[in-house]
């Protein structure tokens, strides 16, 4: 199993920016995707989820201005994050969770949000 992110990059505050995740290895049309954050010295946070039907949930610090979504004939699933902030600064990661509840982790794209 495997998760590419990308996407990540330098963005000034206000700015946008949209991240991918590539899952190959495993059925990605039954998996709960979610999109963590790691700020420097915090704990990872999740920031956005959507599960095998399409729902979604964010945390409260980007709704309004985050958005995830799902390709299941691409296996990808997105964030686009506008209206971005300094601290949304941090390595972003990508999860997914199988009914099982076994669990995946891409390996991390880097944000950062600076004038």
């Known amino acids: 199993v495997q998760l590419q992110a990308s996407g990540g990059g330098l963005v000034q505050p206000g700015g946008s920016l949209g991240l991918s995740c590539a899952v190959s290895g495993i059925n990605f049309s039954i998996l709960w995707l979610g999109w963590y954050r790691q700020a420097p010295g915090k704990e990872r946070e999740l920031v956005a989820s959507i599960t095998n039907s399409g729902g979604t949930d964010y945390a409260d610090f980007v709704k309004g201005r985050f958005a995830i979504s799902r390709d299941n004939d691409k296996k990808t699933v997105y964030l686009q994050m506008n209206s971005l902030k300094p601290e949304d600064t941090a390595i972003y990661y990508c999860?997914?969770?199988?009914?099982?509840?076994?669990?995946?982790w891409g390996q991390g794209t880097q944000v950062t949000v600076s004038s």
């Open positions: 999860k997914a969770l199988m009914p099982s509840y076994a669990n995946y």
